[in-house]
């Protein structure tokens, strides 16, 4: 099975990627995980890519298709944050043409602006293995410590609340018309994303089993 998560930011891609992935051993290809690394990492693609990931923009098409062009190799995948615009979408067309394979369905995540507004001001994640919390709904047992590793939770630069909006704003101008993209493709899968992760992980499984 080959599948896109696509929402807003703070829609749950991540947490729902994670649970996904391991209930169906698919690999998880997540665009925002592998350019923190590069980041962390220092390389040039990290150092070209950091100004737009902390305004809370999309990073140029072009430097995207160099980062996915060899993501894909195989059928059993899930991808979080690609594609984001129509122009990404062609992209990811492309690339499954050439390498024989299918999308089987585009898994969207619905949520309201409060939504993510409350939940990004409030996500923390464990600065060593990457496990995501929330302040309120997910906390860790030890304040600011993984439960995981026992590293130290942080809180990423583009979760503050102006660059949240702004994210928002990317989302609803170039993100939201995969919506209509995908459901005139019959790929669309809807999910209310405001509900909690157990239910939101249920709705989706009921679907992708029909
Ligand atoms: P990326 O890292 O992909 O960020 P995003 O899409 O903005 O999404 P987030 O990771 O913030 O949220 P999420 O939907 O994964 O939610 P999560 O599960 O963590 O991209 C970052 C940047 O990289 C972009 O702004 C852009 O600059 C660049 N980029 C990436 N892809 C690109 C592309 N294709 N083209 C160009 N640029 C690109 O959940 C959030 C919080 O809510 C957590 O605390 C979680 O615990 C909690 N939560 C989750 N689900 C629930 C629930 N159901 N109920 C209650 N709490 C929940």
């Known amino acids: 099975m ?4 696509l929402g807003a930011p703070g829609s749950g891609k991540g947490t729902q990627g994670e649970v996904l992935s ?10 925002g995980d592998i350019l923190r690394e ?23 098409d072009d430097i995207i298709k160099e ?11 899930l991808i979080d944050g690609f594609p984001r615009n129509i122009n990404q979408a062609k992209m990811l067309e492309d690339i499954l043409a050439e390498k024989k394979l299918e999308l089987n369905a585009v898994i969207y995540l619905d949520v309201s602006e409060d939504t993510i507004v409350r939940r990004l001001t ?13 302040v309120v709904n997910m906390p860790s047992k030890e304040e600011g410590k993984c439960d995981k590793c026992g590293a130290e939770l942080i809180m990423r630069k583009d979760d503050k609340e102006d660059t949240v909006r702004k994210r928002w704003e990317v ?9 209509d993209y995908y459901s005139k493709k019959n790929l669309l899968m809807k999910a209310d994303g405001n509900l909690d992760k157990d239910r939101v992980f249920n709705i989706i499984r009921e679907n992708l089993s029909r």
Not at 2 to 5: E, Q
Not at 38 to 51: C, F, I, P, Q, Y
């Open 2 to 5: 080959n599948l896109v998560l």
């Open 22 to 31: 391991q209930h169906y051993n698919l690999k998880k290809i997540a665009l």
């Open 38 to 60: 590069e980041r962390s990492e220092g390389t040039s693609l990290g150092n070209k890519v950091k100004k737009y990931m902390e305004e809370g923009v999309l990073v140029p």
């Open 67 to 77: 980062v996915m062009g060899n993501k894909i190799q195989d059928n059993g995948f």
């Open 122 to 134: 409030g996500r923390r994640i464990c600065s060593k293995c990457g496990a995501l919390y929330h």
């Open 171 to 179: 989302f609803m101008g170039n993100t939201h018309a995969l919506i």
